[in-house]
């Protein structure tokens, strides 16, 4: 390429990035992405495709799920067709490797589990040494094969849903192997845990798998929905005992590094049907079954961007209520209420994460945050938390317990007071100023 075409490229890229917001060049931290393959299947401007994953948002992107086979114990696709180019598939497991092509500092994973896989299986496997390293042995095949950087365990959970209590150790012992045998071979080995304290204290030994895993991703959502029977918030900031903050802290007394922590952050909602429509407060009554979007299909459960074309369709219909105290928003519109997450809320829990000085933050899923940019801004919530990366202050003081409200407008930005400064202010000028001046020489 000419220097014409390198400093035109360069000044293209420099504008895109201050259009569209930050990204994963702009911070140290890591931002764990999660992709839901079944994304494939939705309807219209819900399908979700490889090709929709921008790999500048992210640091690490987990395809979600492979599964566990009974019979062999052996890792398997849970969808041929979709994931390997045999029989004329789609060969996704090949399209989300080559994303290291776009972003060669891109990790790229696989997640074996997930809440359809169930536990006993797992269980079952992770008590016999025998079968866990048949386990063990097939992932190292199928790592290999497909290319993956490394396993994401999401076993949901140890010693719940048909396990056994010994599933704690056993799932360490699990882990010791896996990590004796990825180790050598450059592999991640991470997994996803769960939120609420009762889950933690039965399913996992905090101290041991926090020294074995590169990281821990913590499903800090799903805390209330409409198993409830009664209006709550999908992911509160802060509270008694459900909340993103118990949660962190909870891990944290246990021993868990928080250099190793990953906070999850939900880029969907979770749906309610009132009752009454004129009883629209956090923990009035709900009817058993709520309602769904468009895209994923699911009752109880809405994308981001399924609530925001929904809002954007009728805008005054919709009524935006904040929670002071959970420092999360709701939205409702006759007997439909929604819990979910916007910029402000996903910014304080970023700042939260960066207070505890974690890791960084986990997105569930991809697929749901506004990817289309139909109401605004492409990825306006992965942005969000890029821009909340690069800016919170780190570990500067003790966690609070009421973590910051929405912040007040910023002021203006001053001139530039330094050299440095001025000429990373106005480099986007320079560039165009060399461009005009080669394009003339030529």
């Known amino acids: 390429m000419t220097p014409l075409g390198v400093l035109l490229g360069l000044l293209l890229t420099l504008a895109a990035r201050h259009t569209t917001g930050q990204d994963v060049t702009t911070h140290d931290r890591v931002v764990v992405c999660y992709f839901g393959s079944w994304a494939f299947y939705r309807p219209e401007e819900g399908k979700f495709t490889v090709d929709n994953i921008d790999p500048q948002l992210c640091t690490h992107v987990v395809y979600a799920f492979a599964g566990l086979d009974e019979t062999s ?31 060669p500092r891109l990790k790229v994973t696989i997640a074996v589990g997930g809440w359809n896989e169930g536990s006993k299986k797992y269980s079952d496997m992770a008590k016999d040494p025998v079968k866990r390293a048949k386990f063990i042995n097939s992932t190292i095949d199928f790592l290999t094969t497909h290319g993956f950087d490394g396993l994401d365990l999401d076993w949901e959970y140890p010693a719940r849903r048909m396990g056994i209590p010994e599933d704690k150790q056993n799932f360490v012992k699990l882990v010791e192997e896996l990590r004796e045998a990825y180790e050598p071979r450059g592999w991640l080995l991470t997994a996803a845990v769960a939120a609420p304290q009762s889950i933690i204290s039965v399913s996992y030994d905090v101290p041991k798998l926090s020294k074995l895993l590169n990281y821990i991703h913590i499903m800090s959502y799903d805390y209330h929905g409409k198993w409830d029977q009664e209006t709550g918030h999908n992911a509160p900031l802060t509270g008694e005992e459900l909340s993103v903050n118990a949660t962190l802290n909870t891990y944290l007394e246990l021993g868990a590094d928080p250099a190793k922590l990953v906070l999850g952050v939900p880029l969907y909602g979770r749906t309610f049907k009132l009752v009454d429509v004129d009883r629209h407060e956090v923990g009035d009554p709900t009817a058993e079954k709520a309602f769904k979007g468009p895209y994923t ?10 609530m925001c074309e929904m809002r954007a369709a009728e805008p005054i219909a919709w009524t935006t209520r904040w929670d002071d105290e959970a420092k999360v928003p709701y939205v409702f519109h006759k007997n439909m209420w929604v819990s979910l997450d916007d910029e402000q809320s996903i910014t304080n829990k ?21 990817f289309r940019g139909n109401c605004g801004t492409k990825y306006k919530l992965m942005r969000a938390i890029n821009h909340a990366l690069s800016t919170a202050q780190r570990g500067t003081e003790p966690p609070p317990t009421e973590p910051p409200t929405t912040p007040e407008p910023e002021p203006e930005p001053e001139e530039p007071k330094s050299t440095a400064a001025a000429a990373a202010c106005h480099l986007p000028a320079l560039l165009a100023l060399t461009v005009l001046s080669l394009a003339a020489r030529g």
Request: aromatic share 12%.
């Open 73 to 103: 114990h052996k890792i398997r696709s849970l969808d041929p067709n979709l994931d390997l180019d045999a029989g004329g598939g789609h060969g996704y497991y090949r399209k989300f490797v080559e994303l290291k092509r776009l972003n």
């Open 297 to 306: 299909r699911e009752d109880g459960f809405l994308g981001y961007n399924e």
């Open 350 to 370: 970023v700042e939260l994460a960066m207070r505890y000085e974690l890791a960084g933050a986990m997105v569930w899923t991809l697929d749901t945050d506004d």
